[in-house]
């Protein structure tokens, strides 16, 4: 298991930027694939975007491709979401979340159910 606990969050006007950060301990951590998750107040949580290892192995949900970057540190036990041109609609409460590898695992990286390990969240606001 990993222990997972996100920062970074905040409010900002839109068009403006965050970078959340989510620290694991924990053994293993460049064995997991890592997701950012968001849950706005009456709606589904949802996946953002996911990461296994490097550039080439990311995944973002359409709604914030363009924006958004996600990026890990393995040497730190550091996941990253860079956000740019925060619009309201990115208001939320920002999740990491972890799970142990397995191949297919890409197919499915917006699920919330294949992710063992969660944060407890960082809030972002976004106003107009």
């Known amino acids: 298991q990993v222990q997972l606990v996100e920062s970074g969050g905040g409010s900002v006007q839109a068009g403006g930027s965050l970078r959340l950060s989510c620290a694991a301990s924990g053994t293993a951590y460049g064995l997991y694939y890592m997701a950012w998750f968001r849950q706005a107040p009456g709606k589904e949580r949802e996946g953002v975007a996911a990461?296994?290892?490097?550039?080439?192995?990311?995944y973002y949900a359409d709604s914030v491709k363009g924006r958004f970057t996600i990026s890990r540190d393995n040497a730190q036990s550091t996941l990253y979401l860079q956000m740019n041109s925060l619009q309201p609609e990115d208001t939320a409460m920002y999740y990491c979340a972890a799970g142990a590898f397995h191949y297919g695992w890409s197919g499915a990286w917006w699920q919330a159910a294949i992710y063992h390990s969660w944060g407890q969240g960082t809030q972002v606001t976004v106003s107009s």
């Open positions: 990461i296994y290892n490097g550039i080439g192995d990311t």
